[in-house]
C-alpha cells in the first residue's frame, strides 16, 4: 500500500523554524515527483513546493521562497520541508504528496502536477 | 500567480449531473494540459480524480469526467450518488508552479 507520513508540526512563535518530515513507504521513493500541499484554516489547498526524483531540482511559491527549503533522502525515503522565518500567515496543516511522474527510459521522468498520494498532514501553528 | 476561479458551491440531486468549473488564464490552463482535479472529504487526505485534463485515476468512477476549454477547465459528475457530496479543487500547471483554485462545495 502506497503510503505518506507526516510528522513535526506544532506550534511555533512568529520567526521560529520548524522541520517537517514526511515518510513514503509502498513504492519505489526515487520514481517521483513529490510536493508539500497547505491548507490554511478554512481556505483551500496552496501548493508550496515540490522537488524532482533526484533532488536536483525544486521550484517554491512566491510566499516561501528564501524561508522554506524543500529536500529529500533517498536512503530514509523520506522528505522534509525546512521552514524558517515563520509568519502568522504560515499557519495550517501541512500535507505531503507523491506526482504522478512518467518514466520515460534512460532516467527520463516527466511530471504531471497530479498528485496521486496523499499523507494525512501536520498541523503548524505560528503564533505568539 | 492568482488562484484559480472555482463557484464557492454547486448543488444538485441524487442522479442528476453537475459540471464544475475552473477558470484561469492563457499563462496556466491555456498553456498546459496539466490540469487535476481533487475530492476532499473535510478532515482527511485529498483524492486525485482527474490529472491531464481527462485523464480518470484508476479505481475513479466514470461518472466523473474531465475536458478544457480555452482558459477553463470542467469536471462533470453525471448520476450524483450522496457520497459524491465533499470539496472539489481544480488544480493546473504554470511556470514551474502549482496553483490551486479555491475550491467548490458540491452538495447531494
Known amino acids: 500500500e502506497w503510503q505518506l507520513v507526516e510528522s513535526g508540526g506544532g506550534l511555533v512563535q512568529p520567526g521560529g523554524s520548524l522541520r517537517l518530515s514526511c515518510a513514503a513507504s509502498g513504492f519505489t521513493f526515487t520514481c517521483c515527483w513529490m510536493s508539500w500541499v497547505r491548507q490554511a484554516p478554512g481556505k483551500g489547498l496552496e501548493w508550496v513546493a515540490n522537488i524532482n526524483q533526484d533532488g536536483s531540482e525544486d521550484y517554491y511559491v512566491d510566499s516561501v521562497k528564501g524561508r522554506f527549503t524543500i529536500s529529500r533522502d533517498k536512503a530514509k525515503n523520506a522528505l522534509f520541508l525546512q521552514m524558517n522565518s515563520l509568519r502568522v500567515e504560515d499557519t495550517a496543516v501541512y500535507y505531503c504528496a507523491r506526482d504522478r511522474t512518467y518514466y520515460y527510459g534512460s532516467g527520463t521522468y516527466s511530471p504531471t502536477y497530479g498528485m496521486d498520494v496523499w499523507g494525512h498532514g501536520t498541523t503548524v501553528t505560528v503564533s505568539s | 500567480q492568482s488562484a484559480l476561479t472555482q463557484p464557492a458551491s454547486v448543488s444538485g440531486s441524487p442522479g442528476q449531473s453537475i459540471t464544475i468549473s475552473c477558470t484561469g488564464t492563457?499563462?496556466?490552463?491555456?498553456?498546459?494540459?496539466?490540469v487535476s482535479w481533487y475530492r476532499h472529504y473535510p478532515g482527511e487526505a485529498p483524492q486525485l480524480m482527474i490529472y491531464e485534463v481527462t485523464n480518470r485515476v484508476s479505481g475513479v468512477s466514470n461518472r466523473f469526467s474531465g475536458s478544457k476549454s480555452g482558459n477553463t477547465a470542467s469536471l462533470t459528475i453525471s448520476g450524483l450518488q450522496a457520497e459524491d457530496e465533499a470539496d472539489y479543487f481544480c488544480?493546473?500547471?504554470?511556470?514551474?508552479?502549482?496553483?490551486f483554485g479555491g475550491g467548490t462545495k458540491l452538495t447531494v
Open positions: 488544480s493546473s500547471y504554470t511556470n514551474n508552479k502549482v496553483i
Open positions: 492563457s499563462s496556466d490552463i491555456g498553456a498546459y494540459n496539466y
